[in-house]
């Protein structure tokens, strides 16, 4: 951090602080330091260390540590010594060097007011420290001093460490004592507990400041206030108004916006709208009619199926279109009608037509739309629809029962397979997509047909983005759209766009909404 | 879409030239095939084909097609097929219930492990594609050695007949046992669900071949030591059980057997000799400008035929200049129309070779709703709300928490939900804004929440019998979020409309929210939406515990007037 010609200006009382930091040299816990400093440990905080932070001098860090805190039993322990260190201490009373144990476990008992299993915990301690050894060969156990002066076990040690610091809680335990405190927590003489400790650690700037370096100021302000203002106050107290560090985040504000799916969606009909199309919209539940034999698909085809797409209940059948339309589609299904196509050559149920669904996608508007076409109609046409569609799924990372299907069509006299690519190119282009690739490809309603991959700079990466193709003859005849008059039309899932632009894992977010991922959203 | 594994060593050998495997990666597109994976190191492509060409089930039928696209085979693929002597004979009872038969005699088979693979592949491939599950085709696939000709395609009772099947060798079972009992059985029933007698195909010592569609007989099954193969192939569509037969037949001859022809004689039509598999090639006429006028290109007769010819379709000129006759394989089953030779035309001539002409024009218009829509979302984000996009998808659960009662004659329903989560759709957009809130419930507060979208209410008066309706909802949730709140936020929107003088709340009682806290909302005598504090137990029903209130209107009576 370079000042030019401003000094940092910190709190007189911080300075002293800051001092005092910078002799400790290291990262230190807060709480030790506000103890060492006399000043309570919110004021320190929120107080210098807070201000310090803020001028870029200090910062502090959190850690997860393990703290070790003695239980009851453990603290009547702190001055009398552990049960081993007592009954040792009564053992060697009138330079005894052996005692039957037995009869020293009454006097124990008396002595010390210890429970039989508190001596035995206690002989078996000494045994291990070899203070003590044990005899059977006179037919009951005796025990023997085996050490005069014992020095204090590591058991012992940890407790002093307690005693010390005269506290109950302790979490930085020397390295060569962790062992004892294990075997002590056994013994249940502590509990443990996760603790996180803040320490506070200079930065590089408030390990070298100088006094010379600040400005020291003895009462801060944060604001200046209207008073201020009226009565000419405020030049005195500029200089002790606080400075902020200007590149620090501000805090988070609850604001209002939108969501990245709308913004995407305007996005495409921008693009759509400023190359000559006009928006469309229509009903999402949908009859078969409409969704599947318009588009030639043949009524046993397995997209058709329950599994593949939502049917209704309620309502369960729809009305169908006049007499004529249902004529037609029936003929071209069974035998091409007047299109020129052999047809499927099966018999056609206007019972599976009936049907009502939801639509599977948005193509099911478009074909509502090619029926409102005359011989009046202005050519071309150019019309889309972006709109929800939905499929018989689970939803996954990847998957969704629904989405949002992009659909662009044009209608027009010798329109041929070029001038859609002209046209996907041209679309992609807008949408950020300079390279194209269109393939050979299949769907039920277009011939020729075709895949379009686009290369994303962005991943670095060729995408599959959707389909396109050429509308058949069987499913333009019956609204009287005939060759010459062709149908180009393409179609995209808009949530492949939006786990590319937004760098989505798992794509139900979009429709999930959380908060915190709308709030830190781009777009 | 189907998929299928190409090994590059097979594959060189189906086509005859070396092969490196970036360039076929970059080449199968161009033959209308996906390429899914490429395995480098074990010099494999997994491809995926399109539903319209079974016949690219196999290494054999995407060399085929290879062979085309490097130019090293061109034109209609040359089969050899010899006269058979081996008859079926048809009892007509079949035509009730599964009414046609193919099949063929291939002999001097010699496959390796791989090519077993294929042929499994195939005959699942056609199941699915032309079959539809076995319902238009079954196959059968038998040891020609252990059966004896003539065979019989007839119908048997129930009962009528024991056989032992494949993949339950050890008992003898009768067709019912086997509908019942047999996993294949269980699986395939509903074919022949209303049946009184079941297809069956004898051989001439009265062995069991197969009940097609559900299993072979145990003693026809294919071994390592099969020389000779019988293949049947029964439906109930005749183009489509022909197609299988003739992409199984041709696949059999590209891997070196010789295929042999079967008679099929229906009883009652004793002179009429049916002789499969029928290798003679479709036949369509087209147009010179009628192919150009689609590609957008100027193409000579001479340069068509040269794309057919690539793609493995004949094409010769005819007295009228305009006209060609195009021969197409026997193995293609998706030939409908001429506008499907114009995309074989594109096909060989190479999508990647046309030239994207952009044609300018048209006057774009917006749609109104959306405007409005989208007027709607600034006014709200304006007032500090955060807006939403929620599922139309709903569960008649989320009613009950709103405290609304689900009635299924008044409410969209589905018929076939994934789960209980999806059984209905949305009919406000207040039970999407309650579970944001409740999704949301540990992030940081305050929450003001919006969402412009269409709810879906029945209609009797559409030919669909439901309609869709764009609604604004507003919710708030703080610790003091009250019914003052969310009218400041309603007045706010209403007057940046201009029309807060023609609005009007009445108080109301409602299930969802407060009673004394809550009212319909009026626009010019019309009712359009309702505003309230949320009832506690309501918001305790999403697992929340701090107050909340919204309000939901719907916006399309001001389009009109909007639009004026």
Redesign the interface.
């Known amino acids: 951090m370079i000042y030019i010609n401003q000094k940092l200006s910190i709190k007189n009382e911080h300075y002293k602080i800051l001092k005092k930091l910078q002799k400790i040299n290291k990262p230190i816990e807060a709480r030790t330091l506000s103890e060492k400093l006399k000043i309570p440990y919110e004021k320190l905080m929120s107080g210098a260390i807070f201000s310090l932070e803020q001028v870029g001098l200090a910062k502090f860090q959190e850690e997860e540590v393990e703290v070790i805190t003695l239980t009851k039993e453990a603290k009547s322990y702190l001055d009398s010594g552990l049960p081993e260190r007592q009954i040792y201490d009564v053992l060697t009373q009138n330079d005894r060097k052996e005692v039957k144990l037995l009869d020293f476990s009454k006097e124990i008992e008396q002595e010390l007011n210890f429970s039989k299993r508190l001596f035995f915990v206690g002989i078996s301690k000494m045994k291990k420290n070899r203070w003590i050894m044990s005899s059977k060969a006179m037919g009951y156990e005796q025990i023997f001093i085996n050490n005069e002066s014992p020095e204090k076990t590591e058991e012992e040690q940890v407790l002093d460490l307690f005693k010390d610091s005269n506290s109950d809680s302790l979490s930085e335990i020397p390295k060569k004592l962790q062992q004892a405190v294990n075997s002590i927590y056994n013994r249940k003489l502590v509990t443990k507990d996760k603790k996180i400790l803040r320490l506070v650690e200079l930065t590089p700037n408030g390990k070298k400041i100088t006094e010379e370096e600040l400005q020291l100021i003895d009462d801060e302000i944060k604001l200046i206030s209207s008073e201020m203002l009226k009565d000419g106050s405020w030049k005195e107290k500029l200089p002790n108004l606080k400075n902020y560090e200007v590149n620090a985040l501000g805090p988070?504000i609850?604001?209002?916006?939108?969501?990245p799916?709308?913004v995407i969606i305007?996005e495409v009909?921008e693009v759509?709208?400023?190359?000559?199309?006009?928006?469309?919209?229509g009903?999402?539940?949908?009859?078969a009619f409409y969704n599947f034999d318009c588009l030639y698909q043949p009524q046993?085809h397995?997209a058709r199926e329950?599994?593949d797409t939502?049917?209704?209940?309620?309502?369960?059948?729809?009305?169908?279109?006049k007499k004529k339309v249902i004529e037609t589609i029936k003929n071209t299904h069974e035998n091409?009608g007047n299109?020129?196509?052999?047809?499927?050559?099966?018999k056609w149920s206007e019972e599976i037509a009936k049907k009502?669904l939801?639509r599977t996608h948005t193509t099911a508007t478009t074909i509502r739309r090619l029926s409102h076409i005359t011989k009046k109609s202005k050519l071309?046409?150019?019309v889309f629809c972006v709109d929800?569609v939905?499929r018989?799924?689970?939803e996954d990372r990847t998957h969704l029962?629904?989405f949002m299907q992009i659909d662009g069509i044009v209608i027009?006299e010798?329109l041929?397979?070029?001038?859609l690519?002209?046209?996907?190119?041209?679309f992609y282009k807008r949408m950020g997509f300079e390279k194209v690739?269109?393939?050979?490809?299949?769907f039920p309603y277009t011939?020729?047909?075709?895949?379009v991959s686009v290369y994303s700079k962005k991943l670095g990466a060729w995408l599959e983005m959707g389909g396109s193709g050429?509308f058949?003859?069987?499913v333009t005849y019956a609204w009287g759209i005939r060759?010459?008059v062709?149908v180009l039309a393409w179609g995209l899932g808009l949530e492949r766009l939006a786990q590319i632009k937004l760098k989505l894992g798992d794509i139900r977010h979009?429709?999930?909404?959380?908060?915190?991922w709308?709030?830190e959203a781009s777009y | 879409m189907p998929s299928l594994t190409l090994k590059l060593d097979r594959l060189e050998k189906l086509v005859g030239k070396e092969l490196k495997i970036d360039d076929l990666e970059y080449d199968l597109q161009w033959i209308g095939l996906d390429v899914d994976d490429v395995n480098k190191e074990e010099n494999e492509i997994k491809i995926e084909y399109d539903p319209n060409r079974p016949d690219y089930s196999s290494p054999e039928g995407i060399a085929r097609n290879l062979k085309g696209y490097y130019e090293i085979e061109i034109g209609l693929p040359e089969f050899q097929i010899n006269e058979g002597t081996e008859k079926i004979n048809v009892d007509p009872k079949v035509r009730k219930i599964r009414p046609f038969v193919v099949g063929a005699i291939v002999r001097n088979i010699d496959l390796d492990e791989d090519q077993v693979g294929t042929l499994m592949n195939i005959q699942e491939a056609l199941h699915w594609a032309l079959g539809r599950d076995r319902m238009k085709v079954a196959i059968g696939i038998h040891d020609y050695d252990q059966v004896k000709g003539p065979y019989i395609y007839t119908t048997v009772k129930p009962d009528g007949v024991k056989f032992r099947p494949l993949h339950m060798e050890a008992y003898e079972m009768t067709p019912k046992e086997i509908l019942e009992e047999h996993e294949m059985g269980i699986r395939y029933a509903h074919l022949l669900k209303d049946a009184e007698e079941y297809p069956i195909i004898y051989d001439a010592e009265g062995k069991v071949v197969s009940l097609p569609p559900i299993i072979n007989g145990v003693h026809t099954t294919v071994t390592d030591k099969t020389k000779n193969l019988l293949l049947d192939l029964t439906g109930t569509d005749f183009k489509a059980v022909n197609y299988s037969l003739n992409i199984i037949a041709s696949t059999f001859a590209d891997m070196g057997a010789k295929v042999e022809t079967l008679n099929v004689i229906y009883d009652d039509k004793p002179d009429e000799i049916l002789k499969v598999p029928d290798f003679k090639p479709q036949t369509m006429q087209v147009h010179l400008d009628y192919i150009n006028s689609y590609l957008g290109l100027k193409l000579s007769a001479n340069d068509i035929i040269k794309c057919l010819n690539k793609v493995r379709l004949n094409a010769s000129k005819t007295k009228n200049k305009n006209i060609l006759n195009v021969k197409i394989p026997a193995y293609r089953c998706d030939f409908m129309h001429e506008v499907d030779i114009v995309e074989e035309v594109a096909i060989g001539y190479g999508y990647q070779n046309l030239i994207p002409v952009v044609k300018e024009g048209g006057f774009g218009k917006y749609h109104h709703a959306e405007v409005f829509a989208n007027k709607a979302r600034d006014i709200m984000i304006g007032a500090g709300c955060l807006e939403m996009v929620n599922s139309t998808l709903s569960s008649q659960k989320d009613y009950e928490k709103l405290g609304l009662d689900f009635n299924e004659k008044e409410q969209i329903v589905l018929l076939n939900p994934v789960s209980e989560l999806f059984n209905t759709t949305r009919a406000n957009l207040l039970i999407g804004l309650m579970k944001n809130l409740s999704f949301n419930r540990s992030a940081e507060k305050p929450f003001r929440l919006f969402e412009v979208g269409d709810i879906l209410l029945l209609d009797k008066n559409r030919d669909v019998g439901a309609r869709r309706e764009l609604h604004l909802g507003v919710i708030t949730l703080s610790e003091s979020s009250d019914f003052s709140e969310i009218k400041s936020l309603l007045d706010h929107y209403f007057r940046t409309l201009g029309i807060l003088n023609d609005v009007i709340i009445k108080p109301i009682s409602n299930p969802t929210f407060i009673e004394g806290r809550t009212g319909e909302i009026y626009y010019k005598k019309k009712k359009i939406g309702i505003i309230g504090e949320i009832y506690p137990q309501v918001i305790i029903n999403f697992g929340l515990n701090y107050p909340v209130a919204a309000f939901e209107i719907n916006l399309m009576p001001f389009f009109k007037d909007q639009e004026e």
């Open positions: 988070n609850a604001a209002g916006k939108y969501h799916l709308t305007n009909r759509f709208h400023s190359m000559g199309f006009e928006e469309i919209k009903t999402i539940v949908e009859e046993d397995p329950m599994h939502f049917y209704l209940k309620n309502p369960a059948v729809g009305k169908l279109p091409g299109t020129g196509s052999t047809g499927w050559g099966y009502i939801l071309p046409m150019k929800r939905f018989n799924e689970s029962a629904q027009g010798n041929s397979l070029s001038d690519i002209g046209q996907l190119v041209e690739v269109t393939r050979p490809g299949f011939e020729p047909s075709m895949e050429i058949r003859p069987e060759d010459p062709r979009l429709y999930q909404s959380p908060i915190s709308l709030r």
